[in-house]
């Protein structure tokens, strides 16, 4: 693969083909290819499953980090980009402003 198209259209089709989770097209996603989907799910749901998330649904940022501490800034970031863009975490600070550091599950 020569060009940054051909790099493209090669994600897309193994996107389309169920090997990988790629979005060319999402803010905080487009940097991130996840190459193990099953290790994907499994983060997911040990997130959503997370005490803190089951207890009311308000979640501090700093416990999300305590949670993925194994993970670079990069996949922090990439997760949590990959939560808000299936519904399944909004920022708190939507419903006020002053609480930016809080997480709504």
């Known amino acids: 693969l020569k060009t940054d198209e051909e790099v493209i259209k090669a994600l ?3 996107r389309k083909k169920g ?3 790629y979005f060319n097209d999402e803010t905080g996603l487009d940097q991130m290819i996840f190459l193990d989907i099953l290790w994907l799910l499994n983060t997911l749901t040990e997130t959503l499953s ?4 089951t207890k009311g649904g308000i979640v501090p940022t700093k416990n999300l980090k ?3 501490k194994l993970y670079s800034v990069h996949v922090y970031d ?5 939560l808000k863009k299936f519904g399944f975490v909004y920022d ?3 419903l006020d ?3 930016k550091d809080l997480l709504f599950f």
Do not use: G, H, K, N
């Open 12 to 14: 897309q089709f193994f």
């Open 19 to 21: 090997s990988i989770l």
């Open 50 to 53: 997370f005490e803190y998330v």
């Open 66 to 68: 305590d949670l993925w």
């Open 78 to 82: 990439s997760l949590l980009a990959l």
């Open 92 to 94: 708190f600070s939507v």
């Open 97 to 99: 402003p002053t609480q």
